[in-house]
């Protein structure tokens, strides 16, 4: 299941200032305002009264879409260059940010058109919901090689960690503190963010605030698996 987070800030063009906190509550690492388009995790859309982000937090997906447009009349005659000429023809608003969406999703679109996207491409998941009197609409490409399933043990995090932190693998074991694994909480942050991106697993702060060792970790990466 493909999961997205997606953040609204309700003040003229926030769009960074609603990336930095999809990506900070996704965990996404390095600073968003670095940040290139099309990226394969995340997406922000602006107008002169919202911004809106979006960021993969799980699935199969390799890239992600977003696209805001209030509510306002849209001339048929537009419609040409969006829609093909078998594409309903109806709630031409709606399907714009659906084509905007797409077009945003996909990680080689830089020599693509709207038109060249369909609404029901099996390749793409989306969905669209009135906003602020208008329409928002996220979109997610399918990964286009299943991805492996990584199983998740106390000797493959292990190795994670050992990798991260750059800590013999040999001197961690189930309980080992948390606290004890890294000179800084910067470190930590790296770690945990590593685990989650490695082993598709989403969890909130305060889950990770009840966990002491590295075998209680490993245990809420199971449980926190896609």
Do not use: C
Not at 157 to 181: C, F, H, N, Q, Y
């Amino acid at each position: 299941m493909i999961r997205v987070l997606v953040a609204t800030v309700n003040r003229p063009r926030a769009g960074r200032h609603a990336l930095r906190i999809a990506a900070a509550v996704a965990g996404l690492p390095g600073d968003p305002a670095g940040y290139r388009f099309p990226h394969p995790r995340a997406s922000v859309t602006h107008t002169d009264r919202a911004g809106v982000a979006a960021v993969l937090v799980g699935g199969a997906a390799d890239g992600v879409g977003v696209d805001l447009e209030h509510d306002q009349p849209v001339r048929p005659a537009t419609a040409r260059f969006y829609l093909r000429d078998d594409e309903p023809h109806d709630d031409l608003l709606r399907l714009w940010t659906v084509k905007e969406a797409l077009f945003k999703a996909d990680p080689a679109n830089a020599t693509r058109m709207l038109r060249d996207y369909r609404a029901n491409d099996p390749a793409y998941q989306h969905v669209s919901a009135r906003h602020l009197g208008g329409w928002l609409t996220v979109a997610a490409r399918l990964a286009r090689e299943p991805m492996p399933a990584n199983t998740i043990s106390f000797e493959t995090v292990a190795e994670r960690v050992a990798g991260v932190l750059r800590v013999p693998a040999s001197d961690l074991t189930p309980e080992t503190l948390i606290k004890d694994l890294a000179a800084d909480s910067f470190m930590l942050v790296e770690m945990i963010v590593d685990l989650q991106e490695e082993f598709d697993a989403v969890f909130t702060q305060a889950r990770l605030r009840e966990i002491d060792s590295l075998g209680e970790l490993v245990k809420l990466l199971q449980d926190s698996a896609a």
